[in-house]
């Protein structure tokens, strides 16, 4: 192609590209009376805007040296900035209308408010967004990897946001929604390198053993095409799996047992069968529990699990692999596949202490511990028995403030051990009343309202 | 009746352990000291609030719980956390709750005033006012802007005082959770609806009424 016709191209490009800019600025301006939306979000749109400027800043300097030069390397560079343009503001079109759409709107937003306070003390800029979808499952979206090109976030300021998606129909329930301290945990080995992290603790001699023994698996048992795919794949199913470990090692360090409550009772809806799954994202859940469950009793909460609820805990006791710390793969699940994810499991298992101290050592000034625990679950069990939401309460001669963690906690027992019967009994409802989730809704609410108050007396001094 | 508690009495209530059946709950207290006055409480503008929403229904009438008529067709739910603010439009009405929770104790019995310092804008809180033993919740507040320009409210705003009686030969009851919104953390919709019944058979009667003229 000629200058001319370059100089042509170049038009054309700035000429759809801006015409994508101002439908998004028109979106924006309708966003401008929209007043009631999560911080998050206002910083999201914010962003967006300054990059809205910044584009059109770019574009008029692109016109301008296009129209002064004849120079076809030049020219050419042009085109392939204004593709790279392009092509982000299609990635930015994958969850620009999502985001911008979420209102305050009942969704649990003491929790979320509460969630990226924790996001905070761990990668200061962080900010987590989230959705609702239409999938029963909870999903975490890094917006940097979707439009982590430099052009696209000039600033570096959208790489400090997550999208978490959660499932619409659990929007109402503060239990299920523990489990969106798992997807930060995502966010958080992305953001923080934590593969790194996990490989530099594991010594280099045994690293390369581990990639050496890998391969030759792969070549003495695989052979024709599929051995030119294999070895990465092997590697980075390893490498998901240590990312969904360390996801669910962050969320038991900073939650405690609600995290095991919370995944139990969410994967409860499943067939038994789907328990039991490897996928190359994940390890199955049967070994994620069973996981979970060793770094609760490693830190201590055996007796709280088997005291508090011992319906979960004889649950939990009932799979063989917690019994005997054997993690059989379960067979005929696999066909292809089997082999390599029991070789990936194999590795898997010899790595997976390194994850669990690399999660320690990263969660050691916020992490939820037992004494905590035992300091204040009295206290708010005592509220919830007589109908209070444990915010600030009167105890032992003093005002007290349960720690969020606490209220999650110990209200989660308190469902667990059927302890909203005992408001039925209090109420003059009467046992058909219970299709309305009624006292299940009140639960929901009073720890949600305490732990805004929580915040709230936080933010005023207490 | 008795007469209105003092400050250091409902100081020496809020100072009862919680499993106290004669304890008095207001909480969260931000500013104990300041919000405990001679005679009352203080009390906060809470966090969630109901709105009437842009909507095509003609108007709010009695119908069954799932009738496009019905309330929730009308008004959104919201939440406006701390250190936000929420726009009351003149000549509109929002429904807020307090921030604090407050259980009243079989022997108590309360009363909620607006403060003038607000009514003087324009902005009326009206709310259902009187507070019965037992009363367990977060009190509903009705707020209307009678002025001319809006108003912004912000979470956390002193907005009305709690006044509370003691009653002298108060009956325990078996049941403490009664009424048709106990427990309530944030304004919730009208139940008006439960007594759809009644209104068929009034307008039944009705109807039998002008059948004989």
Known sequence: ?462 | MDGILSGSEIEDLIKKDVSDPESLIITPLLNKGKQIGSDGVDIRLGTYFIVHSRTTVPCIKFGPKRSPESIAEVQSKIHIPLGQQIIIQPSTFVLGSTLEYIKLPYNLYGGVGSRSSWGRLGLVIATAINIHPYFRGCLTLELVNHGNIPIALTPGALIGQLILHRISKAPKEEKELTGKYPGSTRPEFSKIFEEYKTVKDLQKISDEYHAEI
């Open chain 1, 1 to 462: 192609m000629d200058a001319d016709g370059l100089k042509q191209e170049i038009d054309r490009k700035i000429y759809e590209v801006k015409r994508l800019i101002t439908n998004i600025e028109e979106l924006l301006e309708e966003k401008k009376y929209e007043k009631y939306i999560p911080k998050e979000v206002k910083e999201f749109v914010l962003y967006i805007k300054e990059y809205v400027n910044i584009s059109n800043e770019h574009f008029n300097f692109t016109r301008q040296i296009s129209q002064e030069t004849f120079s076809i390397p030049v020219l050419t560079a042009l085109l392939s900035l204004l593709d790279t343009f392009k092509e982000g503001f299609f990635s930015l079109h994958h969850f620009f209308k999502e985001i911008i759409e979420i209102s305050i709107l009942e969704s649990p937003s003491p929790l979320l408010i509460y969630f990226n306070k924790i996001l905070r003390k761990i990668y200061r800029d962080g900010k987590i967004i989230a959705t609702k979808q239409s999938e029963y499952n909870f999903h975490f979206i890094p917006l940097y990897k979707i439009s982590g090109r430099p052009l696209l976030d000039p600033n570096r300021k959208l790489e400090h946001f997550a999208l978490i998606r959660y499932p619409f129909s659990e929007y109402k329930n503060v239990f299920s929604n523990i489990l969106l301290i798992h997807e930060l945990g995502h966010f958080i080995y992305k953001k923080l390198n934590i593969k790194n992290k996990i490989i530099s603790s594991i010594d280099p001699q045994e690293f390369d053993q581990y990639e050496q023994a890998i391969n030759e698996y792969v070549e003495t048992n695989y052979q024709s095409d599929y051995i030119i795919e294999t070895p990465p794949k092997m590697w980075e199913t390893i490498f998901s799996w240590w990312e969904e470990s360390f996801a669910d090692f962050f969320a038991v360090r900073i939650i405690g047992p609600a995290f095991l409550y919370a995944f139990i009772k969410f994967n409860l809806i499943l067939k038994d069968t789907e328990i039991k799954i490897f996928i190359s994202q994940h390890p199955s859940r049967y070994y994620r529990i069973t996981r979970i469950i060793g770094l609760l009793i490693k830190d201590g909460w055996e007796s709280v699990i088997k005291l508090k609820t011992p319906r979960i805990y004889k649950w939990a006791d009932d799979i063989d692999a917690f019994k005997n710390l054997s993690y059989n793969i379960p067979t005929s699940i696999f066909s292809f596949d089997e082999d390599p994810i029991r070789e990936c499991y194999k590795y898997l298992e010899k790595t997976i202490e390194k994850v669990a101290l690399v999660t320690e050592e990263l969660t050691a000034n916020c992490n939820y511990d037992l004494e905590t625990f035992e300091e204040e679950n009295d206290i708010v069990e005592e509220c919830l028995k007589k109908f209070i939401p444990p915010s600030e309460i009167f105890y032992k001669d003093n005002f007290f403030i349960a720690k969020p963690e606490s209220i999650l906690n110990t209200a989660f027992i308190f469902y667990l051990n059927d302890g909203i019967e005992q408001w039925y009994s209090m109420s003059d409802r009467s046992k058909d009343d219970k299709t309305d989730h009624f006292f299940d809704n009140r639960l929901n609410e009073f720890v949600l309202k305490s732990i805004e108050d929580n915040l709230i007396l936080e933010i005023w001094g207490k």
